[in-house]
């Protein structure tokens, strides 16, 4: 009997380890699907495009066209009617004040009269012909050491454009090559509709045109190799510059709650993962490509999320990668309000 009872309490306890073991199971397994389901609940972190916050040099400029010319032009005239005998200079050549350009020939009284040249420069014009009379002007002398750019201001950046402001110039010919001006002066009435594109005579009666242009002359105050009378040059007028200020493009920024302008900005990273907030900024220059940006807590450095579509403050986002490194958007400092 006693030998009986011990297998009855082997079994029984056997029977107790198997119901523990079920239960600790269920309860795992439990466990598992509760946290499987609260896994996949849980939003995922969006991936972000940010650019970095730094200071940089903004500039608001006018763009237009000009030609560059000499600034000192010399005519030579004769109105005698005496026909031209020896020419002696070429185009391209220089000449000093006083030197002969050519000799007229009266057959009738057998005499010569010389034609010399009134300054010196470069002879860049010879209209006089070989047995042609004299009648205006006979040679063009241009100072090729002294150059500047005449260009058309548009009616709408006459108001902006002042002498004095700083100018960016470049041409074809020489590249990526700048040179480096200063408005020198605007024409007080509008350029003829048909000289718009070269540099233009002032006519009060163009005050009926369409789309009325001044002209405007910019020095060139840098070393001026490479440049040729009657190239054509591309300015860039500087009429506003902000140095060390922050900026980003137009498309990133956003309104908050108050109707206020700000920026969305990838903070407090822990593991990878950023909480996006929300940056009040007052606004500023404008250029084509950014917007100046301020405010008390702005730093160097910022992420600063330009896909704002994807995110709202509160969320948490990964920084996309591009290679191995963040994505960056460089900003365009300077822009062009106009061009011709």
């Known amino acids: 009997m006693i030998h009986n009872k011990t297998n009855n309490g082997g079994t029984m306890n056997k029977k107790k380890s198997i119901i523990i073991t079920l239960v600790i199971l269920a309860v795992v397994v439990v466990a598992l699907g509760v946290w499987a389901c609260t896994r996949t609940s849980q939003p995922q972190a969006a991936a972000v495009k940010t650019t970095t916050l730094e200071k940089t040099n903004l500039q608001r400029t006018v763009s237009t066209n000009g030609t560059v010319e000499s600034t000192y032009v010399e005519q030579i005239s004769n109105m005698t009617g005496i026909p031209v005998w020896d020419i002696d200079v070429s185009v391209g050549e220089w000449v000093e004040k006083g030197d002969r350009l050519c000799r007229l020939y009266d057959e009738k009284s057998d005499t010569w009269e010389r034609v010399e040249a009134t300054t010196s420069g470069t002879v860049t014009a010879i209209n006089a012909q070989n047995g042609a009379p004299a009648n205006g002007v006979l040679f063009t002398i241009e100072d090729t050491n002294s150059l500047r750019v005449v260009t058309n201001i548009k009616e709408a950046d006459v108001g902006t454009v002042q002498p004095g402001m700083k100018v960016s110039i470049k041409t074809d010919a020489t590249g990526d090559k700048e040179y480096t001006g200063t408005v020198q002066s605007i024409a007080p009435t509008a350029v003829r509709q048909s000289s718009a594109s070269g540099t233009g005579a002032t006519a009060a009666a163009s005050t009926g045109s369409q789309n009325p242009e001044f002209e405007a002359r910019v020095s060139i105050d840098s070393d001026i190799s490479g440049l040729l009378i009657g190239m054509k040059a591309r300015l860039n007028i500087i009429v506003e510059e902000r140095n060390g200020v922050y900026s980003v493009p137009f498309d990133v920024l956003t309104t908050n709650a108050n109707n206020e302008s700000c920026v969305l900005v990838a903070a407090d990273p822990k593991d990878g993962v950023y909480t996006v907030k929300e940056v009040p900024v007052t606004t500023g220059t404008e250029t084509d490509f950014a917007i100046e940006i301020s405010g008390d807590q702005l730093t160097d450095g910022m992420q600063i999320i330009t896909d704002i579509d994807k995110v709202k403050a ?27």
């Open 314 to 340: 509160g969320d948490s986002v990964t920084l996309q990668q591009n290679g191995d490194s963040v994505t960056a958007q460089a900003d365009t400092a300077q822009g062009d309000t106009n061009a011709q």
